[in-house]
């Protein structure tokens, strides 16, 4: 299974807009808050591995 790093580029309501910063993209990813790490802040870093998020 592959892993992926992300950070939290911006929170808005329920959601969050992740960037990858282990490839080059200037795509975004819109993920449920409820998905993630409680605690998250615009900033964090996330690690992506097995269906689950982490804060790094």
Known sequence: METWYYEVVRIDGDYANLKRTDVESDE???VARALLPDGIVE?????????????I
Do not use: R, T
Not at 43 to 55: F, H, I
């Open 43 to 55: 900033g964090s870093q996330l690690k992506y591995e097995l269906l689950q998020y982490e804060m």
């Open 28 to 30: 975004l990813k819109l």
